[in-house]
């Protein structure tokens, strides 16, 4: 999940978030079933329109955050042309593409309130076993936020290297990403301390 919810409520928006990461896993089975490259063409394109029954905004942001995908996508693609494969690595391109996208179609049509508030609701019978919860709870919440955020974060990097350099971005930005990073992960900490800690 790559992305926070989208602002413009959609259909898709007051469908429970139980309901919508149970077709989601039901979806991830059924494309890791099949590695035909027409079954996964026909999903991916299924899922472009899944998103266009959000309307064109909702779309073009869901397709903006997916851009980071690509560079996996190349290497897996070339990588299996090499191999002499490439039907196969198409497939895996493909697959990849279809369960990010529905992934991410799932965060951007719910709030991350109602995302906690599931989480809570599986690890329930760990708390009639007396087991605190509350740690496990915010840490999935701040990985579901902090993932767009550390995607942004590498953007900035990236136009702020281009704005100063006319060679392309190298790993050179890694460490400045883990930086700031560790840097948000510490304003968070101060921030859960002063509100009482984790109970």
């Known amino acids: 999940m790559i992305s926070l919810t989208f602002p413009t409520r959609t259909w898709a928006h007051p469908v429970p978030v139980g309901w919508k990461l149970a077709c989601l896993s039901g979806a991830t089975v059924v494309l890791f079933s099949f590695g035909s490259l027409a079954v996964q063409t026909a999903a991916l394109s299924l899922t472009a329109v899944l998103y266009l029954s959000a309307g064109r905004g909702f779309a073009w942001s869901g397709l903006k955050t997916l851009r980071i995908l690509w560079p996996f996508l190349t290497v897996i693609v070339l990588w299996h042309l090499i191999e ?106 101060e921030a859960l301390k002063a509100r009482g800690g984790i109970q």
């Open 84 to 189: 002499g494969s490439p039907h196969e690595g198409l497939s895996i391109a493909l697959r990849l593409m279809s369960t990010v996208a529905l992934a991410n179609f799932v965060t951007m049509t719910s709030r991350l309130s109602d995302m906690i508030d599931l989480a809570a609701w599986l690890l329930s019978p760990l708390r009639r076993l007396g087991l605190s919860t509350r740690g496990l709870e915010i840490a999935i919440a701040l990985v579901i936020r902090f993932t767009p955020l550390l995607s942004l974060r590498g953007a900035q990097l990236v136009d702020a290297w281009r704005a100063r350099s006319a060679r392309r971005p190298s790993w050179r930005i890694a460490l400045p990403l883990t930086v700031m990073a560790l840097d948000d992960a510490d304003h968070v900490a």
